[in-house]
């Protein structure tokens, strides 16, 4: 690869041919005084033509050979003049020409070679540059001690300075105006285990939110050398959420004040009813009245219902160890005699918080239309898909034609929202759920987690 000294002159042709030329009438000037002093066999003054050929085979790829050539041909002439009818002289000067050719050959040849791979590369450092000037994170390179190495166009107009200015200053100094690094720092971290950290963190400087993540940096020896440094600002993103967390808030309260004055205005209707089929037992108004009665019934517990499942998607997802939601939706339930089995220990799910729920609905489910459950189990295992937790009762199972239909809103015996509404919990974070139960032998519902979404604790 060419030297910065070679680099300068290439930006300097005039000064490069100048010195091809002056070498060349050195050399022709020091073989001529030799012939003439008659001393050419004890210097190897012909060797001199070797300096010029080679200055202008590699400055010139394209322009040595012809050079070459005609500095041959003149070197030649001058050996035929000088020892005119010295077929040994002149034959001895031809071979010495064939080999300034050869020579002018090679060098032109590597030297083209190494001007195109140059020429490449700096093409792809323009582009790369470029693409790494557009984009528009603030994307810096970080050493291992703190030390900015580069940093994008955004990332220096959001400091205030040039590209640079900012090389080689602390980056808590140039970001933080501090005189160490914060102690969320991700680059910190990464320099301990030498693996990707990410964090949200807001930027009193700048006034901004951002995602700050860092990937390790290695070196051509595969050492680790420092860490890519990316903030995406999502000021916006924040904004919306805190929004959207108020609005959610306030559906809530709405939603809890509505519940609750509907249920008063149920149970005065419910105590009417009441009295009406006291009144009207025994006549033919009576079966009228039980129908009413049990439609204010089943308008209750819907209500009812809904205070569980008002916070869905309210909460951020978080990592949840699965065995103790299954435990604790367990100890939830009036299970009486039947025996429950949480064989799932050491794993954690990204999920909503409500995942508690899911698990609880499922066992509520085996215990109100199982009919002869005596056993419920919870177990994990692995399949190519993901994390499956599989979840069994030894009860009368799902006939098939009720199989597709159970997640849909509204169908089933009691609310009809319960796995509707445990269905939506899991798919916030990409979990699915289906029945794959055989008739006769009891439910079995597989939840698979995907990858990326469980971890393991142990």
Not at 302 to 318: H, L, R, S, W
């Amino acid at each position: 690869m060419p030297t910065p000294a070679i680099r300068r002159l290439r930006k300097h042709p005039y000064v490069v041919q100048s010195i091809i030329f002056l070498t060349a009438a050195v050399s022709f000037a020091a073989n001529l005084y030799g012939i003439l002093a008659g001393i050419t066999a004890n210097l190897p003054l012909p060797h001199l033509f070797y300096i010029p050929i080679i200055l202008a085979a590699f400055f010139f790829p394209r322009r040595g050979v012809p050079f070459a050539a005609v500095l041959s041909a003149l070197y030649l002439l001058m050996i035929a003049l000088a020892y005119p009818g010295d077929e040994t002289e002149i034959l001895s000067a031809a071979g010495r020409c064939i080999v300034y050719l050869i020579v002018a050959l090679v060098v032109s040849f590597l030297a083209a070679r190494v001007y195109e791979q140059k020429d490449q590369l700096l093409v792809e450092k323009e582009e790369w540059q470029a693409t790494f000037n557009s984009v528009p994170d603030l994307i810096a390179l970080i050493g291992t001690d703190h030390t900015i190495l580069r940093v994008n166009k955004a990332m220096a107009d959001s400091l205030d300075v040039s590209q640079e200015q900012a090389v080689g200053r602390k980056c808590y100094e140039i970001v933080h105006h501090a005189t160490s690094h914060p102690s969320f720092c991700p680059h910190a971290e990464l320099m301990k285990d030498g693996q990707p950290h990410s964090t949200e963190v807001h930027e009193d400087r700048l006034g901004s939110d951002f995602l700050i993540t860092t990937t390790p940096l290695h070196g051509p020896d595969g050492g680790l050398i420092g860490s890519v440094h990316v903030a995406r600002d999502i000021t916006q993103r924040k904004r919306d959420e805190r929004a959207l967390k108020s609005a959610l808030k306030k559906l809530n309260i709405l939603s809890s004040i509505t519940r609750h004055d509907i249920l008063n205005q149920i149970m005065a209707l419910r105590t009417y009813l009441d009295l009406s089929h006291d009144d009207l037992k025994g006549t033919e108004f009576e079966p009228f009245v039980e129908k009413e009665i049990q439609v204010a019934e089943a308008i209750q517990r819907q209500i009812e219902f809904t205070k569980f499942y008002q916070d869905i998607g309210v909460n951020a997802p978080v990592w949840q160890d699965a065995g103790a939601a299954m435990r604790n939706a367990a100890t939830q339930l009036n299970a009486g005699s039947i025996e429950i089995q949480a064989a799932v220990s050491g794993i954690e799910i990204f999920a909503d918080p409500l995942i508690e729920k899911v698990f609880f609905n499922l066992m509520e489910n085996s215990l109100r239309h199982g009919e002869r459950v005596t056993k419920i189990s919870f177990e994990s295992s692995m399949s190519e898909t993901g994390l499956v937790l599989t979840y069994r009762d030894n009860g009368i199972g799902i006939p098939p034609e009720e199989r597709e239909r159970l997640f849909q809103k509204g169908f089933g015996k009691h609310t009809g929202l319960g796995l509707f509404l445990s269905r939506e919990i899991l798919a916030i974070t990409g979990i699915t759920i289906r029945e794959r139960g055989v008739p006769g032998e009891g439910a079995r519902f597989e939840i698979t987690v995907p990858h990326g979404g469980y971890r393991n604790i142990a």
